[in-house]
């Protein structure tokens, strides 16, 4: 059964979410700034009926580039492999550019800390697959606690920006009979990620 936002709100009182909103946020009033209009919309964030919208961080944003010679191995990976991609602002906000038919990686503002009667799954905003751009869907176990990282694909031809400090993936939260072993007791090998995007490990 998934959880809806009484539940949510109760959980990120104890520590579940943080920071945490406790409702959707879609317009930020800030003081003037260069080339920034305020107020301005944003891509909605916080806590919504039956989930939770995260924020991508400022923080890093990777992209996946070819390296001549180098076969992607989820075993031995190449950090090569990856570009550090500019956070750029206009008056719209702060913004990554994902190129289009290429791949990326950012990670979460927020912390999250999992129950252990709980599994999490995070999808994609539905205003980002409009563009083409898809979240891949991941789950994070009972007992994992960290900053997800998140993986977006571009499947278009075209260029699209992914806009730090706001909305870019919603958290659906799954109770079930607590766990015998939580992803915590396993000393699982995501466990305690920081603000920064972690890759493939074995």
């Not at 939580?182 to 972690?198: H, I, L, M, P, S």
Request: charged residues 25%.
């Amino acid at each position: 059964m998934f959880k809806n936002d009484r539940w949510i709100k109760e959980q990120a009182a104890q520590g579940m979410i943080t920071p945490f909103e406790p409702g959707m946020v879609r317009e930020v009033r800030r003081e003037p700034a260069a080339a920034m209009e305020w107020p301005r919309s944003v891509l909605s964030y916080g806590c919504s009926s039956y989930g939770y919208d995260m924020r991508l961080s400022p923080k890093e944003f990777q992209i996946f580039q070819h390296v001549p010679g180098t076969v992607m191995n989820p075993k031995r990976f190449n950090p090569n492999n990856l570009t550090l991609a500019e956070l750029q602002h206009d008056k719209d906000g702060d913004f990554f550019i994902l190129p289009g038919h290429t791949y990326g990686l950012g990670v979460v503002i927020e912390k999250l800390r999992v129950p252990r009667n709980c599994t999490v799954i995070c999808l994609g905003k539905s205003t980002y697959a409009r563009l083409g751009i898809i979240v891949n869907a991941t789950p994070a176990e009972a007992g994992w606690e960290g900053h997800l990282t998140l993986e977006f694909s571009n499947s278009s031809a075209a260029d699209c920006r992914i806009y730090a400090g706001e909305g870019v993936c919603q958290l659906l939260f799954a109770e079930g009979e607590p766990c015998e072993v939580t992803y915590a007791d396993r000393r699982g090998k995501y466990q305690g990620q920081r603000e920064t995007v972690v890759t493939a490990r074995v």
